[in-house]
Structure formats: C-alpha cells, structure tokens
C-alpha cells in the first residue's frame, strides 16, 4: 500500500472514530430505560432469595458510581 494511502486511511479514522465516542453519550430511550428497571426488578428478586455479600454491595456500589 503506497504511504499516500496509509497517511488517508489514517487521516479519515481519526475523523471518524471520534464519532462514536460522541454518539455514545446520548440519553439512554424509554425502551434503555425500561430495560434497566426491569433488570433491577429480577436483581432485586435475586438478592431476596440469595443476599449479596460485602464485596458484592461495594462492586455494585462502584457501578453506580461509574454510571454502570
């Protein structure tokens, strides 16, 4: 591949990948966040039946943290 089209290919990825790191900090929709309840729904069943313990509570606490 000649080094003109290596220095283009390099060129038109570093406009594009900045892209998608863009259009991932868009609100989550009412399906994302309907979705999360319901998962917070059959992880809170979980934990009825099984109770997390000490390292599960501060994981869980880090996630919500972060944003996870």
Same mark, same amino acid.
Do not use: E, Y
């Given at each position: 591949?000649?080094?003109?089209?290596?220095?283009?290919?390099?060129?038109?990825?570093? #406009?594009? *990948?900045?892209?998608?790191?863009?259009? *991932?900090?868009?609100?989550?929709?009412?399906?994302?966040?309907a979705g999360a309840s319901l998962d917070q729904?059959?992880?809170?069943m979980k934990d009825a039946v099984d109770p997390?313990?000490? *390292?599960?509570? *501060?994981?869980?606490? #880090?996630?919500?943290?972060?944003?996870?």
């Open positions: 591949m000649p080094r003109g089209k290596i220095r283009a290919f390099v060129f038109v990825v570093g #406009l594009v *990948a900045p892209s998608f790191f863009i259009t *991932a900090c868009v609100q989550k929709g009412p399906a994302q966040r729904a059959v992880q809170d997390p313990g000490p *390292a599960q509570k *501060a994981g869980r606490a #880090l996630d919500r943290a972060i944003g996870n």
